[in-house]
């Protein structure tokens, strides 16, 4: 996967070509450029191929260029943190990879830092459509993404985009991971304001307040309440592994 990506990451940006940007197309030969360009790319194009011997269709994108420099709070999720990563796309998974996740664009961020061409490392940010989810890995904390859409999920009303799944049992809960830009003394700040979201029966309810919460819950909120009680768990400041914890506790409730 390694060498695909560098060869598409390498199609991306030839020097010279006045800082203009390749589109990846996923392997297609028919590359992106001016003809008085064709002359430089083709032959870099032969010699990666020929490396690799099959391009990889499933890895597309286009280049990503920070935007955050002059910005104290970056939008990049756990930004500076240690971290492995793995990507799955048709169910497929390639592991030992260096992602980031941009949380105000919604947009998973591939770099190959074993491969530097002409002095640059590239990045590229991944094209949603083929990726069927991600894995990010900090230490003891693992975040595993989905991509939802109403095409993957029929029911699915939400905004579509990447979240991470944290509960999955017969009710689910997921996290959507945002920040918002707020202009402070001139530059922007990305400020980091994750939303979760339970599932009892058919659709996601956004956690508001713990009597939104226990509403969920119909009949057995009385049962739910009285457990998050004994465990000290309080919606406004539990943490994402409390919430996994009630519904497994519901579930269980609603197992003959």
Known sequence: MKFSVTLLI????????SQKSFILNGGNENINSSDENVSEVQPLYEFY?????????????????????????????????????SIIIGGRIYNDLSLQYDTYLDELIYTDTTRIYKNIVYQIA?????????????????????????????NFSLEEGFYEVVYNGMSKYIVRHKSAAIEKDGV????????????????????????????????KSEEIKKFMRNNGIKISKAEKNQIARVLHYYDNLKTP
């Open 49 to 85: 191929y020929q490396s690799v011997g099959i391009v990889d269709k499933l890895i597309n994108g286009k280049e990503y260029i920070p935007y955050y420099f002059r910005s104290k709070l970056k939008p990049l999720l756990n930004y500076g943190m240690t971290r492995t990563a």
């Open 188 to 219: 922007e700040e990305y400020y980091y304001k994750p939303a979760g979201f339970v599932m009892i029966k058919d659709n996601y309810t956004r956690i508001r307040s713990t009597r939104g919460f226990l509403k969920l819950f119909g009949g």
């Open 10 to 17: 390498l199609i991306l940006t030839i020097q010279g070509y």
């Open 126 to 154: 991944l094209n949603k459509d083929p990726i069927d989810g991600f894995n990010l890995y900090f230490g003891t904390d693992s975040l595993l993404f989905r991509n939802f859409s109403k095409s993957r999920e029929k």
